[in-house]
């Protein structure tokens, strides 16, 4: 994982009607974002374009977190998660990310990122799991994992959730 420093643990608090936008292309380097992204994350553009999205990765957010996105969009999906970004400056800014595979022939060919600013539940919410996922990481006992955004039981407290996985034919068999 990218270590991005420096980090100062300040949060940056920048207007609720932003919406941070960017496009990437299949390696995650940042082909376009938009004026509140540029001025939220603290890079200029010219700063921005052709970098790895992962300039603005802040190392708190577990790697989890970023398998389970690249999982999910490379197969196709839209994935939706809270992420902390970091600043160029070294602070932090939360987002609600939503990242969309742009499709060409049925295959990925470039990613859109829309992203707003998280309630502070949210916010609480997505640290409570941040240190769960660090701790689970830590004791190598796995009861969850991140799957599609969301989070899914492992062993026994996943039965329900397998049922409702199911396709209808094999429901209806």
């Not at 990218?2 to 643990?9: G, H, I, Y």
Request: positive net charge.
């Amino acid at each position: 994982m990218v270590e991005n420093f420096p980090v100062t643990q300040q949060e940056y608090d920048y207007p609720s009607e932003n919406i941070l936008v960017s496009t990437t292309d299949l390696q995650g380097r940042i082909t376009h974002c938009n004026h509140a992204f540029e001025a939220t994350s603290g890079f200029t553009y010219e700063e921005l374009i052709g970098q790895p999205h992962s300039l603005v990765r802040h190392p708190d957010v577990p790697p989890e977190a970023f398998y389970d996105l690249w999982a999910t969009i490379g197969r196709g999906r839209p994935w939706t998660g809270i992420v902390k970004n970091r600043r160029k400056n070294g602070d932090h800014y939360w987002v609600v990310a939503n990242v969309t595979p742009i499709m060409q022939g049925g295959k990925p060919k470039a990613y859109m990122s829309v992203r707003y600013k998280p309630s502070r539940e949210q916010i609480s919410a997505a640290e409570g799991l941040y240190a769960k996922l660090h701790a689970q990481r830590q004791s190598g006992r796995h009861t969850f994992k991140l799957h599609a955004g969301g989070i899914r039981a492992l062993g026994w407290r996943d039965g329900f959730g397998k049922l409702h996985r199911l396709t209808l034919t094999e429901r209806l068999g």
